[in-house]
């Protein structure tokens, strides 16, 4: 997977693509930018000084969502707000309509969205977070209600996060076996814990009723507060996957972390006020949450550019095996009808 290298030469680029397409949503050339976040893509905040207005712009990595892709991702999004179910980003359509853009930058071809601004911060590891997930737990429930009752429009497509495509011959975000600072001992527990896991996944299955439209990536970057209100952001990695993944986003780069089961204890709760969430369910999400990890421990292999790969590095590596030792001791001592039910078919 070819990765752009996000220094200042290729984000000034980037910036003055945006800034020559500014005049379609009606901001002037003048407006000021400033980036936001570098990930699968780079988001920057735009404000016109002449009328104060602003907007976030979002323009993203080619090759990695179509234009398909992203337009059903907007589809589903501009559902999820008109019916109340989350407060979430609007999306803008451009002057003569249309909701993405084509930006030249250097003679590559860019998707680019607007967004209005949303109020709030991001939650801290000093807020009372249990609060903020037993909130996101409700969310995540009434996502789910609404993704098994939406009638998605005709040919909606969004990518499918199953095994293969996390871990196994697809590989969306890489190899785990290139992460950095990664020992043939540590190589070894994590190949187990990958066996395992396609073991468990598959006895679960992908049934309706467990696999469907997902926002798959809640992690706290993701979240905004405001007062008493939770706002999700960034649905650019929703898709089919397991709707118990949404809880092991919600914690990632944490995974490890002491307050977890707390966490999980919270985001269950809250999700029970709006649906049922049975016993076997939630004893599954540890292997939901090893299945993120070892995902983005794969991410960070194969985004080396990026700042939170280059914060995190062989670090997180080494967290990811402690994890995974962890995690083999207690699922890899029993067969996966002892950990979960097969799925009804």
């Not at 104060?52 to 179509?66: D, E, M, N, Q, T």
């Not at 930058?105 to 997930?133: I, K, N, Q, S």
């Not at 598959?202 to 009723?209: Q, R």
């Not at 405001?226 to 898709?239: N, P």
């Amino acid at each position: 997977m070819t990765q752009p290298i996000y220094d200042a030469a290729f984000l000034r680029r980037i910036e003055n693509a945006l800034r020559a397409a500014l005049p379609r949503w009606a901001l002037s050339d003048a407006s000021e930018l400033r980036l936001l976040t570098i990930s699968e893509n780079a988001t920057f905040r735009a404000e016109d000084p002449a009328t104060g207005r602003a907007l976030v712009f979002r323009i993203h990595r080619p090759g990695y969502h179509s234009r398909a892709e992203i337009e059903s991702e907007l589809a589903w999004l501009t559902a999820l707000g008109r019916a109340g179910v989350v407060a979430t980003l609007t999306p803008v359509p451009q002057v003569e309509g249309g909701l993405i853009a084509d930006l030249d930058e250097d003679g590559t071809r860019r998707h680019a969205v607007a967004f209005e601004l949303l109020p709030g911060r991001e939650p801290a590891e000093g807020d009372d977070l249990a609060r903020w997930y037993r909130e996101l737990g409700a969310i995540n429930a009434r996502l789910h209600l609404h993704a098994r009752a939406w009638q998605r429009p005709e040919g909606f497509t969004r990518k499918r996060w199953d095994y293969d495509a996390m871990l196994g011959k697809v590989k969306l975000w890489g190899d785990w076996r290139a992460a950095p600072g990664l020992t043939p001992e540590g190589r070894a527990v994590l190949e187990r814990t990958d066996a395992v896991l396609c073991d468990l996944l598959d006895d679960y299955g992908t049934g309706e009723e467990r696999f469907g439209l997902v926002h798959a990536d809640m992690r706290l970057a993701n979240l905004l507060v405001e007062g008493d209100t939770l706002s999700v952001i960034d649905f650019d990695d929703c898709g089919f996957s397991w709707y118990l993944y949404d809880f092991a986003s919600a914690v990632s780069f944490s995974e490890h972390e002491p307050y977890i089961p707390t966490l999980q204890a919270a985001w269950i709760e809250g999700y029970r006020t709006v649906a049922p969430l049975a016993e076997e369910e939630c004893a599954l999400l540890p292997v939901f949450i090893m299945l993120r990890r070892l995902l983005l421990t794969a991410w960070i292999a194969s985004h080396a550019e990026t700042p939170t790969a280059q914060a995190l590095g062989e670090g997180y590596t080494h967290g990811t095996v402690d994890l995974a030792r962890a995690f083999l001791a207690t699922y890899d001592a029993r067969p996966p009808q002892a950990v979960a039910g097969r799925a009804a078919s």
